[in-house]
């Protein structure tokens, strides 16, 4: 067992905005005690994920607020370690909610089985998990692209953005994926069959998302806001589709501008016919979760589904590598490995 | 034939914000003579709607915009004076779109017969037209209300917001209307059985909003815009629907804030997994313009559903009515009656 210290990273403080280092704290202290009827569990794979910074705010959202000095939340691989429970032995590999922490309990509810012969265990917290549910969710169910429409996604190596580009791909449409810098772009072209990348950071950015969208925008999957929803605006077509999964500019304290954009939103919503539809991939998740699984595991094991991963090591760095997450500095899903202990 | 003078009412300049009586020009002139193949008619009554303030400006919209010099658009019930047609004769009582004019011509296309045995003339314009069918269609396709969820309507005196309320009492949801002054608060109670009706000029309008909907807002039947729509955003509840019909309160410049509203109404999409649909009820009328027609017009055949008019007389007036609509003067239905020439 190599890791017999017990970690755990909790909010020290909540973030006026942008989150720093100060705002987090790694405890120690002893192990948890394995429940009478329950589960030991030791965390494998660590998922970083923007939602986690709204649950660091005392305000109303789709979950309750974390208190301070409650463990960050998370989901996590974890390896079961000992078992009092009858349906789950020692070596069994699933999925839990466990948090930023080394080791949990668990009273075996919510846990998803993994099985590495399917595909690798981190898919299970980026491709194949809910990350991937909010992309396939978001185009599937509300984006629903068809044949020769255009698709914009930004945040499009991001585990949500990249499957998103994917699948509208599959569905036929032209699309265009939003990332920041010309790796990042290169990428999309290269790796995930984007037709266009824009980076966000060059100057020009409004007149490259126009020229990579001759024909207007029918679906804008909507995950960061801010300043790529006023440049994707003046571009959508009637009746356009636009799911919103995530508002990460939002979560650094910015997307707000100098003069008031709702009027020209609404306008836009009126005069084009526009759906706008927030959504939390788990709203779908009893009817559609196995759909999807199914779906996209075997795309991934064939190689048509493409993922990447951006893997920090140690539970200790966590906090670091969120930072670096919400201001677009990982390429590919976030992870923190705990393997090492 | 009353009126042999042909009369109509023009665009005179754009107007900056609300119109005001500069911006229309009454013109007089020679009768249209009939088209060999066509009809020549005569106004009865003329629409005045909330849409014709934006084909006014000359910027993107669902219409083409207006030229300067161009006739005043708008529905009207019109009479048959003479036919080279061989569907119409003389006297039939048609539905077109001739605009703000005492006399058009017309090949016959796009008219819409009417029978006075029905329902009054009027009402073609009104609870059994493109109002009407706005209400129904908007509510029915997208608000979806069901029994004991709450539908917030403004503007719930004037013929979208009256149908709205109407329909989904009949819906079995709790109905909230917002209107202006105590009068027609008072109507919307005893005439047309809303549960509650707050009066948006009130101080403590804020407050009234929330004492009138305790299990917050299900369905809030977007037709003004602005400081309304800021007041229901906190009352939404988790996957509550907004159809999006109108913004009348952009009309007249107003509706911006001072400080940018987009992220708290982005947030609320996301967090509550709201539906934002904004839609042109023409967009719905080849599939379900007759199912409402046939539902509505018996409904106020017997009596079940109220409807109210707002009937200035003259062409000449048009201009100072179709202004006091825009600020909410119109108690009911706005119309012009040029039965007198």
């Known amino acids: 067992m190599p890791s017999a210290i017990f970690k755990k990273v909790v909010l020290a403080a909540r973030p006026d905005g942008r989150p720093n280092l100060d705002n987090f704290r790694l405890d120690t202290g002893p192990m948890p005690s394995i429940p009478s009827d329950g589960l030991l569990l030791r965390t494998l794979y660590l998922s970083l994920d923007p939602y986690m910074r709204g649950r660091m705010d005392d305000r109303r959202s789709y979950a309750p607020a974390l208190a301070l000095g409650d463990v960050m939340p998370g989901e996590c691989v974890v390896e079961v370690i000992a078992s009092n429970h009858a349906e789950y032995s020692r070596g069994d590999i699933v999925l839990a909610q466990t948090g930023w922490q080394s080791h949990a309990i668990s009273d075996g509810r919510g846990l998803r089985r993994l099985d590495a012969r399917d595909a690798p265990l981190t898919t299970g917290l980026g491709v194949l998990g809910m990350p991937g549910f909010t992309a396939w969710?978001?185009?599937?169910?509300?984006?629903?692209?068809?044949?020769?429409?255009?698709?914009?996604?930004?945040?499009?190596?991001?585990?949500?953005?990249?499957l998103v580009g994917q699948l509208a791909k599959k569905a036929g449409a032209r699309t265009v994926g939003?990332?920041?810098?010309?790796?990042?772009?290169?990428?999309?072209?290269n790796d995930l069959g984007f037709d266009a990348a824009i980076d966000h950071r060059v100057s020009d950015f409004r007149k490259q998302l126009a020229i990579a969208c001759p024909g207007g925008i029918d679906v804008y999957f909507e995950n960061v806001g801010g300043t790529v929803w006023s440049a994707v605006l003046p571009h959508l077509n009637r009746f356009a589709r636009v799911p919103v999964c995530g508002l990460i500019s939002q979560n650094g304290g910015a997307g707000a501008a100098e003069h008031d954009q709702l009027?020209?939103?609404?306008?836009?919503?009126?005069?084009?016919?526009?759906?706008?539809?927030?959504?939390?991939?788990?709203?779908?998740?009893?009817?559609?979760?196995?759909?999807?699984?199914?779906?996209?595991?075997s795309d991934v094991a064939n190689g048509t589904i493409k993922y990447r991963e951006d893997v920090t090591v140690g539970l200790e760095n966590a906090p670091r590598a969120f930072i670096g997450m919400l201001q677009g500095h990982n390429f590919g899903k976030a992870l923190v490995d705990l393997t090492d202990g």
Chains 1, 2 share one sequence.
């Not at 969710?137 to 945040?155: D, M, N, Q, Y």
């Open 137 to 162: 969710s978001g185009l599937t169910l509300i984006g629903k692209p068809r044949l020769g429409e255009t698709v914009v996604v930004a945040a499009a190596t991001g585990p949500v953005g990249s």
């Open 178 to 189: 939003i990332a920041g810098g010309p790796e990042k772009c290169r990428y999309l072209m």
């Open 263 to 297: 009027p020209a939103t609404m306008r836009a919503v009126l005069t084009l016919s526009l759906t706008m539809r927030g959504f939390i991939n788990f709203e779908f998740a009893d009817e559609h979760f196995p759909t999807f699984l199914r779906s996209v595991t």
